[in-house]
T-cell receptor, first 114, second 111 residues
Framework: GAGVSQSPRYKVAKRGQDVALRCDPI?????LFWYQQALGQGPEFLTY????????KSGLPSDRFFAERPEGSVSTLKIQRTQQEDSAVYLC????????????FGPGTRLTVT | AQSVTQPDIHITVSEGASLELRCNYS??????LFWYVQSPGQGLQLLLK????DTLVQGIKGFEAEFKRSQSSFNLRKPSVHWSDAAEYFC?????????WGAGTKLIIKP
């Protein structure tokens, strides 16, 4: 079956531009996660949705970052007024339940801010 | 605070040799533990997981890991590596719904 998909796979933005990153989770998965992965590092948690409810956004680095999942399936991570330090790979993952279950990851979106 | 340590940034092994990647965690309760692999340009793929029960867990691609509570470790092993195993390996602990990740170990295979 289809896995988690993300688009675009690569995004180059000039500093100050807004970007929107899309995630299509596995069908039926109630939980959706966004992570940020800097070069040579492990992923860092950004935010978590259970269905359409954003239960935790404690990892979002600033108020320029915003995520939504309005119908409980597709999610969008938006970054306003991008800065160079936002350059990273943004990973989306979904799982069928919440705590303790394995997460299935998309291929990521590599964002480069110039 | 929960944390995961992978002490080896990179490891080089010869093709056909055995492999052990180390992972130590800090977590107050019984952890959920995971190993993921990330190939260049690819997403993270789950190799194996430990939730409870048998402390030796088998995963895909011939990998296994052993949970040792007394040592707070969850080391990944493979008896004979293949060139296709070259990738970055991440250990993670499940803390409620979050995954807390190690920094990763890059596996390099010598022909």
């Amino acid at each position: 079956g289809a896995g988690v998909s993300q688009s675009p796979r690569y995004k180059v933005a000039k500093r100050g531009q807004d970007v929107a990153l899309r995630c299509d989770p596995i069908s039926g998965h109630v939980s959706l996660f966004w992570y940020q992965q800097a070069l040579g590092q492990g992923p860092e948690f950004l935010t978590y949705f259970q269905n359409e409810a954003q239960l935790d956004k404690s990892g979002l680095p600033s108020d320029r970052f915003f995520a939504e999942r309005p119908e409980g399936s597709v999610s969008t991570l938006k970054i306003q007024r991008t800065q160079q330090e936002d350059s990273a790979v943004y990973l989306c993952a979904s799982s069928s339940r919440g705590a303790g279950t394995e997460q299935y990851f998309g291929p990521g979106t590599r964002l480069t801010v110039t | 605070a929960q944390s995961v340590t992978q002490p080896d940034i990179h490891i080089t092994v010869s093709e056909g040799a055995s492999l052990e990647l180390r992972c130590n965690y800090s977590y107050g309760a019984t952890p959920y533990l995971f190993w993921y692999v990330q190939s260049p340009g690819q997403g993270l793929q789950l190799l194996l997981k430990y939730f409870s029960g048998d402390t030796l867990v088998q995963g895909i691609k011939g990998f296994e890991a052993e949970f040792k509570r007394s040592q707070s470790s969850f080391n990944l092993r493979k008896p004979s590596v293949h060139w296709s195993d070259a990738a970055e390996y991440f250990c993670a602990v499940g803390a409620n719904y979050q995954l807390i990740w190690g920094a990763g170990t890059k596996l390099i295979i010598k022909p």
